[in-house]
């Protein structure tokens, strides 16, 4: 499965903040800063595997578009339009839907997101056995 990190900090009402990380894990570390980022272009389909922090242990494939173009202002101010592909293009799509407060299961069929819940309780469950 291919891997990003990445945060979605809330600073006040206006601002929409999204960090990138898609280096590899043992590399240089290269942020991508985005505030207000939207998507203005999307094209093809993507079906990667896909977890989140927010869903912890759970992993699926999700239909993304494979290519988009993101609009979004640097920490400058300064406007930056990116083509994205892969996982840079899964990885905005993904957190920008955290900023609209969907997760990456909401984007499943029914039968799979109830087997996510389950996983979920369980795991809930048998974290509060160890504590
Ligand atoms: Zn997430």
Redesign the pocket.
Same mark, same amino acid.
């Given at each position: 499965m291919a891997e990003f990190r990445?945060a979605v900090p809330h600073v006040g009402e206006s601002r929409r903040l999204i960090i990138i990380d898609i280096s590899p894990q043992d590399g240089p570390r290269n942020l991508i800063v985005a505030v207000n980022p939207e998507i203005i272009l999307r094209d093809g389909e993507a079906h990667e595997e896909e977890g989140? /922090?927010?869903v912890p242990e759970y992993y699926s494939r999700v239909e993304s578009n494979a290519c988009i173009k993101v609009k979004y202002l640097d920490l400058d101010g300064k406007e930056v339009v990116l083509d994205c592909a892969g996982l840079l293009a899964i990885a905005f799509q $993904?957190?920008i839907d $955290?900023l609209d407060g969907i /997760?990456?299961i909401d984007h499943l069929s029914p039968l799979k997101k109830s087997m996510c819940r389950k996983k979920r309780k369980k795991t809930m469950a048998h974290n509060q056995e160890i504590l």
């Amino acid at each position: 499965m291919a891997e990003f990190r990445s945060a979605v900090p809330h600073v006040g009402e206006s601002r929409r903040l999204i960090i990138i990380d898609i280096s590899p894990q043992d590399g240089p570390r290269n942020l991508i800063v985005a505030v207000n980022p939207e998507i203005i272009l999307r094209d093809g389909e993507a079906h990667e595997e896909e977890g989140c /922090l927010s869903v912890p242990e759970y992993y699926s494939r999700v239909e993304s578009n494979a290519c988009i173009k993101v609009k979004y202002l640097d920490l400058d101010g300064k406007e930056v339009v990116l083509d994205c592909a892969g996982l840079l293009a899964i990885a905005f799509q $993904h957190e920008i839907d $955290h900023l609209d407060g969907i /997760l990456f299961i909401d984007h499943l069929s029914p039968l799979k997101k109830s087997m996510c819940r389950k996983k979920r309780k369980k795991t809930m469950a048998h974290n509060q056995e160890i504590l």
